[in-house]
């Protein structure tokens, strides 16, 4: 159980193009998503919190003009990189938080997205 | 300022050769203290939750263990197949589900 998929699992688009990264919770119902981004050696740094249905909290410095997160059902979260630069390179990771029962508190996490952008 | 803190950064030990990886915290209130497993390329495996000190959890090879400063993730008679990224994070009291990581501690267990 506590499953989550994040699709695609690799991208690489010109710059200036924006990309779209999905995250599904697969055998339960996500009450809140979390987004962060893993440089090389770093540690996992989060961008933003998002709730079914309610606008996402984003991290101090994270613009959310630029990433844009739609929370729309509890079982998806997307996040998009809009006009992506050569700098948006990096490892995306989502996590999803059931909120109920045993498992209240744990966050499980998607398997990633690397993205490039040339 | 929060902190998470691990060492060591890098560790290599032979097969069936036991240690314990750090985890300190400098945080203002903690809720709960996780570690995760990370494989190349991969997202975080959830491995353990420990909330007040004293709590201790298990999972085959690996024990976890809490004190008002730090946790020690112990890992007794190593196999290959537990090489990877170990992460350590923190979550804060004040109601945020928010987690602060370490840098992770990458452990080599060779044959």
């Known amino acids: 159980g506590a499953v989550v998929s994040q699709h695609p699992s690799r991208v690489i688009c010109k710059s200036g193009t924006s990309v779209k990264i999905e995250c599904r919770s697969l055998?339960?119902?996500?009450?809140?998503m979390f987004w962060y981004r893993q440089f090389p050696k770093k540690s996992l740094m989060l961008m933003a919190t998002?709730?079914?249905?309610?606008?996402?909290?984003?991290e101090q410095g994270v613009e959310k003009d630029k990433f844009l997160i739609n929370h729309a059902s509890l079982t998806l979260s997307t996040l998009t990189v809009t006009s992506a630069h050569p700098e948006d390179s990096s490892f995306y990771i989502c996590?999803?938080?059931?909120?109920?029962?045993?498992?209240?508190?744990?966050?499980?996490f998607g398997p990633g997205t690397r993205l490039t952008v040339l | 300022e929060d902190q998470v803190t691990q060492s060591p950064e890098a560790l290599r030990l032979q097969e069936g050769e036991s240690s314990s990886l750090n985890c300190s915290y400098t945080v203002s209130g903690l809720r709960g203290l996780f570690w995760y497993r990370q494989d190349p390329g991969k997202g975080p495996e959830f491995l353990f939750t420990l909330y007040s000190a004293g709590e201790e959890k298990e999972k085959e090879r690996l024990k976890a263990t809490l004190t008002k400063k730090e946790s020690f993730l112990h890992i007794t008679a190593p196999k290959p197949e537990d090489s990877a990224t170990y992460l350590c994070a923190v979550q804060l009291q004040g109601g945020s589900e928010k987690l602060v990581f370490g840098k992770g501690t990458k452990l080599t267990v060779n044959p």
């Open positions: 996590s999803a938080r059931d909120g109920r029962g045993m498992r209240y508190n744990e966050q499980f």
């Open positions: 055998d339960f119902q996500a009450t809140t």
């Open positions: 998002s709730n079914e249905g309610s606008k996402a909290t984003y």
